[in-house]
């Protein structure tokens, strides 16, 4: 089975600072990877998503994730947090090469952004 | 185009009682899924659909869990009898392509 590791269940970050939300996955097949974003009393949304194409994957509101084989990662950035940041980011893998269909999630990682 | 809508987005039931979720996805989606977020912890996996047949069953905790999916559009999970343990978030997706994935707001069910 797969399995997703957020490291941090709470970050905190002063608006304009560097955003990194960690994520490490275990995988024997090369897998799919999502980050998807909860902000309150709202659905989670797709932020971006790895399927085997370019290793640095540009999402949505600036966004975005590196995959890593080497070090089974998929960490996602933004250059510079704004306070609408301020949401739970969650981090998905596919069960792998013969069903894509299911998906692993982390424990999600809440994100504070401080004025 | 309308995301996934679920109904109700609260509940709050006593333990013994049932209680139906449902899960409208997005129209033309042959895919549908149910997950569960329990106490804060990972969001986990239930079922699949594909139309009406059930894909993949292999996240079902236990029979008190039965989900439907009748002519292939909505879908309906029922808890019966319902456990303390059985509370949490309970999320619905549905999908066109096996690579995303649109969920829809959760339903948060509190068994006391």
């Known amino acids: 089975a797969q399995s997703v590791t957020q490291l941090g269940s709470h970050v905190s970050v002063s608006e304009g600072a560097l955003v990194l939300l960690r994520c490490n996955y275990s995988s024997s097949v090369p897998p799919y990877l999502f980050w998807y974003v909860q902000y309150p009393n709202q659905g989670l949304q797709l932020l971006l998503k790895y399927t085997s194409a370019a290793t640095l994957v540009k999402g949505i509101n600036g966004f975005e994730a590196e995959f890593k084989k080497s070090e089974t990662s998929f960490h996602l950035t933004k250059p510079s947090a704004h306070m609408s940041d301020a949401a739970e980011y969650f981090c998905a893998v596919s069960a792998g090469e013969y069903n894509f269909n299911k998906f692993y999630f982390g424990s999600g990682t809440k994100l504070n952004v401080k004025p | 185009e309308a995301g996934v809508t679920q109904f109700p987005s609260h509940s709050v039931i006593e333990k013994g009682q049932t209680v139906t979720l449902r899960c409208d996805p997005i129209?033309?989606?042959?895919?549908l899924y149910w997950y569960r977020r329990v106490m804060g912890k990972e969001i986990k996996f239930l079922l699949h659909?594909?139309?009406?047949?059930?894909?993949?069953e292999s996240g079902m905790p236990n029979n008190r869990f039965l989900a439907e999916r009748t002519g292939g559009t909505y879908s309906t999970l029922k808890v019966q009898p319902a456990e303390l343990e059985d509370s949490g978030v309970y999320f619905c997706?549905?999908?066109?392509?096996?690579?995303?994935?649109?969920f829809g707001p959760g339903t948060r069910l509190t068994v006391t």
């Open positions: 997706a549905s999908s066109h392509y096996v690579d995303e994935q649109y």
């Open positions: 129209s033309g989606h042959d895919n």
């Open positions: 659909f594909v139309k009406e047949s059930k894909q993949d």
